[in-house]
């Protein structure tokens, strides 16, 4: 297995939002390097946040964030949602603008590159969709896809939000089968996830977030019927003072 002892991440104190609104609040902890964690909680709990502001795609309000190096090779893949569909990009432009950290943006990528982008569109079951245009693609297709980009990366932290929303189970089991195999080499990977029998049966490590951190560890300590309960209550709770706010305002 290959030593990739950068991608470590700390979190100190660490308070995230928008327009100075937080929607996570004072999180204190470590990825270690090499770990395999799911980020867990009910909609509105900061999950897509927090790994917005471990991308820095977002600076913390306060706090900050520290890695295992001052430029680690990481790759982000954001919710399928947050992708436009319909600009008119091949599969294979897609995948290649995965070598943008490394050639930059307005470079064009080698032989070499080409050769890295086909092996991973057959390791991901799409061998010869170099042409298609994304709009032609199924769900699973395209997740696919945006797992081929993020292996041509080759990055040491790897953050993905919801990368098995509204996909069939033959593709969520081979994209899953890529996850463990990254975690093999000994790369670092950040979840957010829904599926909590996925949680339990794949991923060794667990945070709990309810815009506070719930719960963070080992996930058979971690995702628990109390643990959960306790928090969906703070969501609530949070959610309940939000309204009072707006209309007090």
Same mark, same amino acid.
């Given at each position: 297995?290959?030593?990739?002892?950068?991608?470590?991440?700390?979190? @100190?104190? =660490?308070?995230? %939002?928008?327009?100075?609104? $937080?929607?996570?609040?004072?999180?204190? %902890?470590?990825?270690?390097?090499?770990?395999?964690?799911?980020?867990?909680?009910? @909609?509105?709990?900061?999950?897509?946040?927090?790994?917005?502001?471990?991308?820095?795609?977002?600076?913390?309000?306060?706090?900050?964030?520290?890695?295992?190096?001052?430029?680690?090779?990481?790759?982000?893949?954001?919710?399928?949602?947050?992708?436009?569909?319909?600009? $008119?990009?091949?599969?294979?432009?897609?995948?290649?603008?995965?070598? &943008?950290?490394?050639? /930059?943006?307005?470079?064009?990528?080698?032989?070499?590159?080409?050769?890295?982008?086909?092996?991973?569109?057959?390791?991901?079951?799409?061998?010869? !969709? @170099?042409?298609?245009?994304? /709009?032609?693609?199924? /769900?699973?297709?395209?997740?696919?896809?945006? !797992?081929?980009?993020?292996?041509?990366?080759?990055?040491?932290?790897?953050?993905?939000?919801?990368?098995?929303?509204?996909?069939?189970?033959?593709?969520?089991?081979?994209?899953?089968?890529?996850?463990?195999? &990254?975690?093999?080499?000994?790369?670092?990977?950040?979840?957010?996830?829904?599926?909590?029998?996925?949680?339990?049966?794949?991923? $060794?490590?667990?945070?709990?977030?309810?815009?506070?951190?719930?719960?963070? /560890?080992?996930?058979?300590? =971690?995702?628990? $019927?109390?643990?959960?309960?306790?928090?969906?209550?703070?969501?609530?709770? @949070?959610?309940?003072?939000?309204?009072?706010?707006?209309?007090?305002?």
């Amino acid at each position: 297995m290959t030593e990739r002892r950068a991608g470590f991440v700390q979190l @100190n104190d =660490v308070t995230l %939002g928008y327009d100075r609104h $937080p929607a996570v609040h004072h999180v204190s %902890g470590l990825f270690e390097a090499g770990s395999l964690t799911a980020v867990i909680g009910p @909609n509105g709990a900061g999950k897509s946040t927090l790994l917005k502001g471990i991308a820095g795609s977002i600076k913390p309000l306060s706090g900050s964030i520290l890695t295992g190096s001052s430029a680690p090779r990481l790759a982000y893949l954001p919710q399928l949602a947050e992708l436009d569909r319909d600009f $008119p990009i091949s599969v294979e432009d897609l995948i290649g603008t995965g070598f &943008w950290q490394k050639i /930059g943006s307005f470079r064009s990528y080698s032989r070499h590159d080409r050769q890295l982008i086909d092996v991973a569109l057959e390791k991901v079951g799409l061998a010869g !969709f @170099n042409k298609r245009i994304l /709009g032609t693609l199924s /769900g699973g297709q395209l997740q696919r896809v945006l !797992f081929a980009r993020l292996m041509v990366q080759d990055a040491e932290l790897i953050l993905i939000d919801e990368p098995f929303a509204a996909i069939d189970s033959k593709t969520v089991s081979d994209l899953m089968g890529l996850v463990r195999h &990254w975690h093999d080499e000994g790369r670092t990977i950040i979840a957010v996830l829904h599926d909590m029998g996925l949680v339990a049966e794949f991923f $060794p490590d667990c945070l709990l977030l309810a815009r506070e951190c719930v719960s963070w /560890g080992p996930t058979s300590s =971690v995702l628990t $019927p109390d643990q959960l309960a306790k928090a969906r209550t703070m969501i609530e709770a @949070n959610d309940s003072h939000a309204d009072e706010c707006e209309r007090a305002a």
